[in-house]
Nanobody, 120 residues
Framework: QVQFVESGGGLVQFGGSLRLSCAAS????????MSWYRQAPGKERELVAT????????NYNDSVKGRFTISRDNAKNSVYLQMNSLKPEDAAVYYC?????????????WGQGTQVTVSS
């Protein structure tokens, strides 16, 4: 059974930092590019960052470039998101999943997410 368990969210002040973690299970994690997504109230879920299967490449939403860093540990089946210089517009529920879940059949496997709140 595919499962994603996100953690590390919380309340942080403007300009603060958080590190999100995602533990994945039930599939060959090391073979998949992984992504972080976020969904704010009243908005569609959006792609935040992606990392290739071997950590050889990363991509970021323009809104987080230079502030967020995605990383992974294939030995632990885990992916991380270091978020610095947080802004109120970063507030959302953050999820991890494989990259392009609609194309890879992972659309039914979202975790509960982790809430990030940024106070101004």
């Amino acid at each position: 059974q595919v499962q994603f368990v996100e953690s590390g969210g919380g309340l942080v002040q403007f300009g603060g930092s958080l590190r999100l973690s995602c533990a994945a299970s039930g599939f060959a994690f090391r073979h998949f590019a992984m992504s972080w997504y976020r969904q704010a109230p009243g908005k569609e879920r959006e792609l935040v960052a992606t990392i290739t299967s071997n950590s050889g490449g990363t991509n970021y939403n323009d809104s987080v470039k230079g502030r967020f860093t995605i990383s992974r540990d294939n030995a632990k089946n885990s992916v991380y998101l270091q978020m610095n210089s947080l802004k109120p517009e970063d507030a959302a529920v953050y999820y991890c999943n494989v990259n392009e879940p609609r194309l890879t059949g992972f659309m039914d496997y979202w975790g509960q997410g982790t809430q990030v709140t940024v106070s101004s």
